[in-house]
């Protein structure tokens, strides 16, 4: 990787690029893409009637989209180090506009799960994006924009809820696909016009085998998790996945160890704070999608069971969007917090309001209002956590790798996220009660998924205080780079 270009030495000769757009449009970017992985959930119970399908096969629809997120997203942050970010960004774009587009058009379970596989190679947006801004931008505006880029993620997690369940109640059901597609247009465009292309390039060959020993690992790994409630967590098919993903990925790991252009230098992912933030990643995106799994239940639970509050997908929906928009709004917070102290204490900071607000929800479930404030508390510590740890990732590894590691990084959330509901789904399967000939999940099950979140904030901070002081991890960057990684200098650390 020794052709990659530094900012520094072009500085002299060309004049800084006009960078004014940047943020809002990447931020617009990941917004879509999460628009995209929401839109779909009002619509999951009746996806067997409109595809003339079973329930199971249906499921395909949302399995095929974590899985083909979970391969593209490593693979198009190493495609942009090498060939360019934007261009892979236009690319990742483009798959989720045709994605939509066939799902759009679809009405049968076969061009539906291609349709929705499609807009999962899209979720390398926000990796690509962030890792453009450290390219682009000069290091004292740098943090904030981080920030802001990684909201988006829940910006558009927690106002897609609302948005589809509208437009699922008053539309046809294809008016969804048709509006993913419609901003990912705009989307696309803007990036065109507004996002320059960095220079910073690895160069070098594409890690063909490397990419399809990593597919098959994370596919075995995450078709177990995700589908291992229905198949049996004690099946031979579970196990046998399971047992596939370990051997996959130790052979996979060999292998990269060994090849001189490697699809992810694991080299640079065992450095202390790559390795102990990538941790911390799962805890916490472990903790981010438990309040999704339970609250939006709540609410539409009837009230008959005591403790459901018979609310419409709708207003569910509403109750989850202010916590996006608070992540948003702290965005520039969490960015002071990491210049003034350093993003190793923003995101332990953050895992502590997370937790927080699991406790606060554990205590406080009787009212509407008790979920939209427990919602924009756990909102907050993510918005810090998530903030926090693209900075960290990005201050210990070179220039030319920052897309392969912001992407890495990316993945273990979604790792996180998949355990997530694979738990919950155990506790509230298994933690009933009866409500006429219904067994419904009990108070105490969601009462267990929401401690869950909390002590998996908990365990996020305990890992993130290992994460080695700031100083020394430049010493170890600045030691693989030749000079000290420029995120380092922007945290003051």
Known sequence: MSDALDRSATAGTAPPPRTGAVVPVLAFGGIVVSLMQTLVIPIVGRLPQYLNASAADTAWAITATLLAAAVAT?????????????????????????????????????????????????????PLGISILRDELPAEKLGPATAMISASLGVGGALGLPVAALIADNFDWHMLFWTSAALGVVALVAVAALVPESKVRTGGRFDLPGSIGMAA??????????????????SGTT?????????????????????DQPLVDLRSTARPQVLITNLASVAIGFA??????????????????????????LTAGLVMAPSGLVMM?????????????????????GALIVAAGYGLNVLLMSEVWHFVLASCVI??????????????IMGAVPASETGAANALNTLMRSIGTSVASAVAGVVLAQMTTRFGAFALPSEDAFRTVLALGSGAALLG???????????????????????VPEAVKASKA
């Open 74 to 126: 490593p693979v198009m942050g190493r495609l942009g180090d090498m060939y360019g970010k934007r261009r892979m960004l236009l690319l990742s774009m483009g798959m989720l506009v045709v994605g939509s587009v066939v799902a759009g058009l679809s009405d049968s379970l076969v061009p539906m799960i291609v349709g929705r596989a499609l807009q999962g190679l899209s979720s390398g947006v926000i």
């Open 217 to 234: 690992g994370l596919v075995c790994l995450l078709l177990a998790i995700s589908k291992g409630g229905d198949w049996g967590w004690s």
């Open 239 to 259: 196990l046998g996945l399971f047992a596939a993903a370990v051997v996959i990925l130790a052979a996979w790991g060999l292998f990269e160890l060994r090849n």
């Open 288 to 313: 981010m999608f438990s309040m999704s799994l339970v609250i939006p239940q709540m609410l539409q639970l009837p009230e008959e069971t005591g403790y459901g509050l018979g609310q419409s997908l």
């Open 329 to 349: 709004a702290l965005a520039p917070v969490s960015a002071l917090v990491s210049r003034a102290r350093g993003p190793k204490v923003t995101l332990m900071t």
């Open 379 to 392: 909102g907050a510590g993510i918005g810090f956590c998530y903030g926090a740890m693209p900075t960290l």
């Open 461 to 483: 901070f305990v890992i993130a205080a290992f994460i080695p002081r700031q100083r020394a991890a430049a010493a170890e960057g600045a030691a693989a780079t030749g000079g």
